[in-house]
């Protein structure tokens, strides 16, 4: 299989999820993460970064390594099972404030937390993803110190390409208690981080994470302004969804133009999804090694039309337990109905059937001759060996046609 020798190797083998991490640990001005003609955040080697950064990339890039929940962070009484990993417990919750639930991707269960975390004074700030104020359609990273500076621009879900790491080591440099909200990929390179770099596990309190469909390419976003013969320059707000569950996609222009579209007109089809290819050999779109990871609730795994907002919750450590008790106890989130396993597995198909595909993907593109994510701890190859022949062999193939769009 070939081998991955340089940054170039991750980003041409379709490996890389344009997370920043490697511009975090190698400086802005040696590594520069951008924009590609394609709609994906890439990293560009600036200048020559020495063999000793480089390695120390390989072995965090969540392009090159995934590892499940770490083991001293798996609780004597946690439930396990082969799709969905370690968890704790399972339940309905949403935020108990009315206008955060209204406005947020689904109930408001992690801007509730967020929110809780700096009003009780166990965080100082949220690292997070937000839209850029100059370029709404694209997303920036962010520190929130308070509410206004959390809830007061478009921090609900970003479909879009974004770098929630770029500015990781920043962070930390800070040395300031935080709480980082992310994508199930970020969050397994913070653990990976974690394992040369004492400063993350002491500062970076707690992992939020959604269980994530994956992002579509910037084109997706470009199409759908443009079907409305709006360019990106004339946009003051670009909402993917959210006031409402799942809400409308809309767009705001700076001269007072409004446009919507149902959600489902834009995720309805997942063949129309443009989902960068990391994206589809993902081994862990699930956060599980998150502290907690929260997902919507639709029956069979698609709306069928808008309601209050609703979140489950997959509650994986004490950590995240202990978050959720006393969040729920000072009156940020609302607790409700406890979930089994199978409801999961209903609001998420698509995930059930990812994981058991995922194995297969990466056989493909060994087979290929393209190196593929070093995975510990998820179960992917248990799985792969309790499906059909035809399932393995489909997915497979599918992978190897797709390898020649990378």
Not at 24 to 33: D, P, Y
Request: aromatic share 10%.
């Amino acid at each position: 299989m070939t081998s991955i020798n340089n940054l170039k190797d991750i980003v041409d083998n379709g490996l890389c999820i344009g997370c920043g991490l490697c511009q975090s640990i190698a400086g802005k001005k040696n590594i520069e993460v951008s924009m590609t003609p394609k709609g994906r955040l890439e990293p560009k080697e600036i200048n020559k970064i020495s063999p000793e950064v480089f390695n120390k990339i390989l072995n965090i890039c969540p392009g090159t390594i995934v590892e499940g929940l770490p083991k001293e962070e798996i609780a004597s009484n946690s439930e396990n099972n082969l799709v969905w990993g370690y968890y704790l417990s399972l339940f309905y919750s949403w935020s108990t404030d009315k206008k955060i639930r209204f406005e947020s991707s689904t109930g408001g269960l992690l801007n509730g937390l967020s929110l809780y975390l700096l009003e009780s004074k166990k965080v100082q700030f949220i690292m997070h993803t937000d839209a850029n104020p100059e370029k709404p359609m694209r997303s920036v990273t962010k520190f929130s110190y308070n509410n206004e500076e959390l809830l007061g621009n478009e921090s609900r879900s970003r479909y879009g390409p974004a770098s929630p790491l770029d500015r990781f080591h920043e962070t930390l440099d800070l040395n300031q208690a935080f709480a980082f909200v992310g994508k199930p990929c970020d969050i397994s390179a913070i653990r990976q981080l974690a394992k040369i770099d004492s400063r993350v596990n002491k500062l970076c309190k707690y992992l939020l994470t959604l269980v994530c469909g994956g992002f579509a390419e910037f084109t997706k976003s470009q199409d759908f302004i443009e079907s409305f013969k709006v360019k990106e320059d004339e946009l003051s707000i670009f909402r993917y969804r959210g006031y409402g569950n799942p809400g409308r996609m809309y767009i705001k222009t700076k001269d007072g133009r409004e446009h919507d579209r149902e959600y489902n007109s834009f995720w309805g089809e997942e063949s129309t999804w443009r989902v960068p290819f990391r994206c589809k050999i993902c081994p862990d779109a699930i956060g599980e090694s998150a502290d907690v990871a929260a997902l919507d609730t639709w029956r069979g795994g698609s709306p069928k039309g808008e309601d209050e907002g609703f979140n489950a919750a997959i509650v994986r450590t004490k950590k995240g337990i202990d978050l959720i008790n006393s969040a729920a106890k000072a009156g940020f989130i609302h607790i409700g109905d406890k979930l089994k396993i199978e409801d999961i597995d209903d609001f998420q198909p698509h995930q059930v059937n990812k994981k058991k595909a995922v194995y297969a993907r990466h056989l493909g593109m060994a087979k290929n001759n393209v190196p593929t994510i070093n995975t510990k701890r998820l179960r992917i190859k248990e799985l792969y060996k309790l499906n059909s022949e035809d399932f393995n062999k489909k997915e497979e193939l599918g992978v190897s046609k797709r390898l020649k769009k990378i």
